[in-house]
């Protein structure tokens, strides 16, 4: 068996927020010290969506790996790097797509929700239907099966999954696996077999989930086989050969939806976000001017912390302590609305302080930040060259 590693990417969408902080950051910093750590730049995805504008996209990768490396991604414990600086992965997409169903890309949720989202953009491309193909390439590349993503992102490590699956399947097999397996199915007796096969058909050709449970159904019920054989038969409907891509596993953290200006979540869409190298004068003004329970219109009106943006930060940022202040004010009148942001302004800058600091040196210091991405490309490539090598060799492509 591999030992846990750990691999996410994130698309480089300049200057990161406290929402990244908050959302991913901070979980990326935690496994660091306990896993093998891999964390990329998904330069390559940016231009699923963003093909007609590609300017910015290597001044935005910058950006993003000095919030990285300030907010405290520790490049001695994590290896960072470019997607688009470990070739391997478009060479290992390529070979993927060579055997991926259409029906598999269509049916990915993100696929239609995002065209009917980004209307302003054609993005009936073949880059954009492939984004979660490519993605598989980047986990399975490093055969990494723990993948920390947010929610919206647990369809595509499914579909990574099963694109694993179905690799082994297709060119991991054993000498003598599919005789053995065919030996079997004939055993099942003839309208068995037929119905055995032609539903393991359905879900190899096409995908199709439902043939592959009514073709495990059937085996269930089925008495006259060994155990043995039974057991082969389950694995020749979706794999069972040598393992040569592993499967991931979404890593999912308690969903830290940190709350933006007004409530909603924080987001660059929503206008709503807090820069991690946000102005300290900036801070304090987006604070003191942020929307409060729409009840409270005069300092003497009684408020309610339930109906209020700031209370949700209070619950990120304040303990025990301060919140049964802010919730006994608010209720009763005590305290006024720019009282109660007070400790969330003092807290919030005192959470950027070290990581704007960081940041300038970092930004001043332009070399080591190149040096640090060179280093985590160049031991990307070697692990990436590894996979590639047997993935080749798997599909006859080795040429040695
Ligand atoms: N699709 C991911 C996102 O939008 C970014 C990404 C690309 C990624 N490749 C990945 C995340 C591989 C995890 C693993 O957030
Ligand atoms: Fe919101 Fe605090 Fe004002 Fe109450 S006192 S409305 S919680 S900002």
Avoid at 138 to 147: F, M, P, S, T
Avoid at 164 to 169: E, G, L, Y
Avoid at 315 to 324: I, K, L, Q
Wanted: charged share 25%.
């Amino acid at each position: 068996m591999y030992a846990d590693r750990v691999l996410s990417g994130m698309r480089p969408t300049g200057s990161l927020h406290l929402g990244h902080y908050h959302g991913v950051l901070k979980n990326w910093i935690k496994l660091q010290h306990d896993y093998e750590c891999l964390f990329f730049v998904a330069d390559w995805h940016a231009l699923t969506t963003h093909y007609d504008n590609p300017l910015g996209i290597e001044d935005a990768t910058s950006q993003m790996v000095i919030d990285w490396l300030a907010a405290g991604v520790d490049p001695a414990k994590a290896t960072l790097f470019i997607q688009s600086q470990v070739i391997e992965h478009a060479e290992l997409h390529l070979l993927l797509s060579m055997m991926t169903p259409l029906g598999w890309l269509e049916r990915v949720p993100t696929y239609k929700d995002q065209q009917e989202k980004l209307t302003e953009k054609d993005l009936s491309t073949y880059g954009f239907l492939g984004y979660p193909l490519l993605q598989s390439a980047d986990i399975l590349i490093y055969r990494a099966n723990q993948v920390p993503v947010g929610e919206d992102q647990v369809p595509h490590i499914e579909f990574a999954r099963e694109i694993a699956r179905r690799f082994n399947h297709l060119y991991g097999k054993e000498p003598g696996y599919e005789e053995k397996a065919e030996a079997a199915v004939k055993k099942l007796g003839g309208k068995k077999a037929k119905l055995y096969q032609e539903l393991r058909t359905r879900y190899q050709q096409a995908g199709d989930e439902a043939a592959l449970e009514s073709a495990k159904a059937l085996l269930g019920e089925t008495q006259n086989l060994s155990l043995g054989d039974k057991e082969r038969l389950y694995g020749y409907l979706e794999g069972g050969g040598k393992m040569i891509l592993t499967e991931p596993e979404a890593l999912l953290t308690a969903a830290s939806k940190m709350p933006g200006l007004d409530g909603q979540k924080m987001s660059k869409s929503y206008g709503n976000t807090i820069a991690l190298r946000e102005d300290p004068e900036v801070v304090i003004k987006k604070i003191r001017t942020m929307p409060t329970d729409p009840a409270r219109v005069r300092r003497t009106d009684p408020g309610d912390p339930a109906r209020c943006p700031v209370w949700q930060l209070h619950e990120v940022y304040s303990g025990a302590d301060t919140r049964d202040w802010v919730r006994q004010g608010c209720v009763s009148a005590g305290i006024g609305c720019l009282d109660c942001k007070q400790p969330v302004i003092d807290a919030m800058l005192r959470e950027l302080a070290p990581i704007q600091e960081r940041a300038r040196a970092l930004t001043e210091d332009p070399d080591t930040v190149r040096n640090i991405i060179a280093d985590g490309c160049e031991k990307a490539r070697d692990l990436a060259r590894e996979t590639m090598r047997d993935v080749r060799e798997a599909m006859g492509l080795s040429y040695g």
